[in-house]
């Protein structure tokens, strides 16, 4: 049980707050409520270009990171499709240090040319070494316009074009910042061993004047149902074949998301799992196989991905694969598997609310998504999950018109 | 807490005081040596519900056979006198339990992780597996193949072919700077890993570390299934090795970016030199506002990211400067390193930057020490290196006290771009 509390100031952020006695340290976690996905198509990888720019210097403090390391400190930050996420890790007794950081680039960035003109470079270098220069690097980038026609998920938080952050001007940067970076569009949470009071009078003072700002509505142009099997197969220099089948799963905060967890982590598992014992170990069609979920706020995908063996074939693959998945569909899983699914989430779980920064980030991540309380109660959404809800959720998702199969093939 | 209150006026362009990191206690496990010498240690007060058990054996990859070692310890978990593997991990998922194998240079650590309730149940199925393990050659077949895709696809990789380079150049006339090498797979032999898991797991558990709040029944059922094992393994041979220098260039053709390693060797932290250096390296490279960071990577945008390490082994070290620059920026990126070299040699560190680094390595040490699972962490590291929790302290007072001419005479010293073996892959 991860107990915290919550308070809301007058511009409109939200902020939670967990009391840690056990830790020296203090997290500070600020959440912004803008992913890849808001994004427009003609300026893609802007949410990700612009966290490298929140290091860039705000308003009032030259250097972010400085004062930060000076208090003993670190940061980093990440971007997905859906929220920008940023977090400061240092001593507790410092904490105002982190606070005044944090409340000032919200307030307003530094926006100097040359901030840009590094962090454009910085990023194509990114693009280079984690897309690009890395074999199956850029398979991402190639399945999502894939299994996403319309939505904005069909681009990669690196954006689909370089040339998108090349043509990135200052004028672009300071409007995307105006629309996103503002109080209203924030989820603040500081874990430590701190009292309440203390945290509100806190927050007030170094983020209770920053301008309160309307929220921008989200208008994402929704996915249209699929009714096709597409398949996409591209060739790369890479020493073996590889293959994405994704299905389109739910939302993350509808029942399909629990269902779509279980069944990967049922399907997926090396040894025990059926996509493992049939087409590894009895066909030896490939010599890796696994399945997981994307997990995304809005319709996400149910991935089953592996290498091909050599000299085994996609078409060997696509005439095994789909007898297997309806074995999936016809049988129902046993009781004690599911219970043992359950116990699994839950070893996985403490694991997880162990670590400060990750009670952080899920407190704020399920702020967003709908309540922070969810990070205590979700596991009884895996809970009440019967054996025969998962069968006909197999039979739902594992439909060979709603996938997307991109291959890739040695050159 | 603090004076501050809502209504006082904020000055953002003020930064709030700083306070110092007054101190840090560090907590000893609980130790204690099983029959056959080998040593457990506990951490516990942990209010929560993990736990999990590390075993620790003298079972590396630097001896003559890499592959077989490495097979060995991928293969521990795949089937016993008793059981199959997937026998096994039905048992290990009845109890919610999760493990992995992790394989260096000088050691395997098997860990398992399972709620405190579960560990022993666990450990006892993952016991018998690990002691017992008859290595089915269904399995040593599957992982082989495995293992060689999994090769050729990191053999595309320029920081894969960078960093193998760099080890073989800088361990030489070691096994240390015995790698892995495509021909191997095709002389991958059942027995050979059969003989090395007799040798180097029957015989090697060095140590054991347990973290969780467990019973004393628990405890006891550990020490029980534990004491029939232990190391009598003789200690290894003199370390010995002949480093080379200077610069290699491994080309690929096509490649966006290259990989660069960089790096002497050096020593770990049984050397008088090792803390002092450790605030060098920090201020060149191992920060997000380290030099190297600030010019390569926020300056000229060469790179998404570049560091600095000195890297410890128990009879050695090693610095090495890692980065992946674009092809273009490669010999800016050289020249920029030395000129970083130059500038600690030839000029003081001031004093704004040596304290900021300075507080920046106890807040780390800060939350190094935070938790039960960091802190016997940080136990381990000294251990390894026959030392104890007292050497925190040393660490402390060592930060505490190096000033600007210390460490230019450390960077006159070690830091020689003449001295240093230079690789670049792509």
């Known amino acids: 049980m991860i107990a915290f509390e919550r308070f809301t100031l007058a511009n409109g952020l939200r902020v939670l707050f967990h009391k840690e006695p056990a830790t020296p340290m203090a997290v500070v976690n600020v959440l912004y409520d803008v992913g890849a996905r808001d994004e427009s198509p003609e300026q893609t990888g802007f949410a990700h270009l612009f966290e490298h720019l929140m290091f860039g210097g705000s308003k009032h403090i030259a250097d972010f990171d400085a004062p930060l390391q000076a208090a003993g400190g670190q940061s980093n930050a990440f971007t997905s499709n859906d929220i920008t996420n940023y977090y400061d890790v240092l001593p507790a007794h410092n904490l105002d240090t982190a606070l005044w950081l944090e409340s000032d680039r919200m307030l307003s960035l530094a926006f100097t040319p040359k901030s840009l003109e590094v962090q454009r470079q910085v990023v194509i270098e990114e693009f280079k070494q984690r897309y690009l220069n890395q074999p199956y690097g850029d398979a991402w980038l190639q399945l999502r316009p894939l299994a996403y026609q319309k939505h904005p998920y069909r681009w990669a938080t690196i954006g689909k074009n370089i040339k998108h952050i090349e043509d990135a001007t200052m004028d672009d940067v300071r409007a995307f910042f105006k629309k996103h970076y503002h109080p209203g569009n924030a989820i603040l949470c500081i874990v430590g061993n701190f009292e309440l009071a203390t945290i509100k009078e806190k927050v007030a003072h170094y983020f209770g004047n920053i301008p309160a700002q309307a929220k921008s509505p989200r208008q994402l142009t929704a996915e249209p149902p699929q009714q096709k099997f597409r398949i996409k197969t591209i060739q790369r220099k890479v020493p073996a074949g590889s293959f994405y089948y994704a299905f389109k799963m739910g939302k993350r905060l509808s029942d399909s998301y629990y269902l779509a967890d279980l069944l990967s982590d049922h399907i997926g598992n090396e040894k025990t799992g059926i996509l493992y014992t049939e087409l590894q170990r009895k066909k030896r069609l490939v010599s890796e196989i696994t399945a997981y979920i994307t997990g995304s706020i809005d319709e996400g995908l149910f991935v089953i991905t592996g290498k091909l063996n050599p000299k085994r074939t996609f078409e060997e693959l696509e005439a095994a694969i789909w007898p297997v998945l309806a074995q999936i569909k016809d049988k129902k899983m046993s009781k004690s598997a599911l219970q043992q699914l359950i116990l699994k989430l839950r070893t996985a779980k403490a694991f997880q609310d162990q670590g400060l920064l990750n009670r952080a980030m899920n407190l704020s991540f399920f702020e967003l998504l709908d309540a922070a309380d969810l990070l205590n109660t979700e596991s009884a959404r895996y809970e009440q999950i019967s054996t025969t809800q998962l069968q006909q959720y197999a039979q739902e998702l594992l439909d060979k018109n709603r996938c997307s199969l991109l291959q890739i093939q040695p050159k | ?426």
Request: with cysteine.
């Open chain 2, 1 to 426: 807490m603090s004076k501050i209150s809502s209504s006082a006026i904020l000055d953002r362009s003020v930064a709030p005081p700083l306070l110092p990191i007054e101190h840090i206690s560090f907590v000893a496990p609980q130790i204690m040596v099983l029959n056959n010498g080998a040593k457990l240690f506990w951490r516990n007060g942990l209010q929560n519900e993990t736990s999990k058990i590390e075993l620790h054996f003298a079972a590396g990859s630097a001896t003559n056979d890499p592959l077989t070692a490495s097979l060995c310890a991928g293969l521990l978990i795949n089937g016993s006198s008793t059981q199959t593997a997937k026998q096994i991990q039905k048992a290990l998922d009845a109890v919610g339990a999760y493990y992995d194998v992790s394989l260096s240079q000088e050691s395997s650590v098997v860990t398992l992780y399972a709620l405190k309730d579960q560990l022993l149940k666990a450990y006892e199925v993952f016991h018998e597996s690990l002691f017992t393990a008859v290595f089915p050659l269904k399995e040593v077949q599957e992982l082989v193949h495995s293992r060689r895709q999994k090769y050729t696809v990191q053999e595309q990789k320029v920081s894969f072919q960078a960093q193998r380079q760099f080890q073989r150049s800088l361990m030489a006339g070691s096994t240390y700077a015995n790698l892995i090498q495509l021909s191997d797979f095709d002389r991958a032999d059942r027995s050979q890993i059969q003989a090395f898991h007799a040798e180097h797991y029957l015989k090697g558990l060095k140590k054991v570390f347990l973290v969780g709040d467990l019973s004393t029944e628990d405890l006891n059922g550990f020490e029980v299934l534990l004491n029939a094992y232990g190391s009598d393994i003789a200690e290894r041979a003199p370390f010995s090795w002949q480093p080379e220098q200077g610069a290699t260039h491994i080309e690929q053709d096509g490649a966006l970016q290259s990989a660069l390693r960089i790096g002497r060797p050096l020593f770990n932290k049984t050397h008088p030199d090792f803390c002092a250096f450790s605030v060098l390296n920090t201020i060149l490279g191992d920060y997000f506002g380290s030099r190297l960071m600030s010019n390569i990577r926020e300056d000229k945008g060469y790179t998404y990211g570049i560091g600095s390490h000195v890297v410890e082994n128990t009879k050695f070290g090693y610095f090495v400067i890692g980065t992946e620059v674009g092809v273009s920026t490669r010999e800016a990126t050289f020249q920029e390193i030395q000129h970083e070299f130059e500038r600690l040699k030839t000029e003081l560190v001031p004093a704004a930057e040596l304290e900021l680094v300075k507080s920046y390595l106890m807040g780390q040490l800060l939350k190094s020490a935070d938790g039960p699972y960091a802190m016997l962490d940080l136990f381990a590291n000294v251990e390894t290196m026959g030392l104890d929790l007292s050497y925190y302290d040393h660490y402390i007072a060592e930060i505490k006290s190096v000033d600007a001419h210390k460490l230019q005479e450390l960077a006159k010293r070690y830091l020689n771009w003449e001295e240093m073996l230079i690789i670049s892959a792509g």
